[in-house]
């Protein structure tokens, strides 16, 4: 088995905007995501803490690190998935968030997932 194979986590997302909780004429745009983090791995390995990179469409960046998601650092064994959904506010109706989660594995080597930009957008914003 290849050495890049035993440490390989998949992260994908779902975007929605939540016009319930959004100000548009105030600058305040909210959406959320859910995430589905899954060792495709062959090492069991812990989520430890993440890293985001949020950027709204003028350009404004924050980042965010913390220790777990949700309050929670799961262990994912191969094969096994953790879903969990969170939110952000934006001061644009468009932007994007990427970043990393760091892991540990079972075997105590610690890497990072990354997890791939995606866009946020309110609808009918872009085409």
Partial sequence: MAEASKHDIKVDVATEYLSDQSEPAAGRHVFSYSITITNVGTVAAQLISRHWVITDADG???EVRGLGVVGQQPLLKPGEHFAYTS??????PVGTMKGGYQMVAEDGTQFEATIP???LSMPRTLH
């Fill in 60 to 62: 404004k960046v924050q």
């Fill in 87 to 92: 939110g952000s506010a934006l001061a644009t």
């Fill in 117 to 119: 930009e995606f866009v």
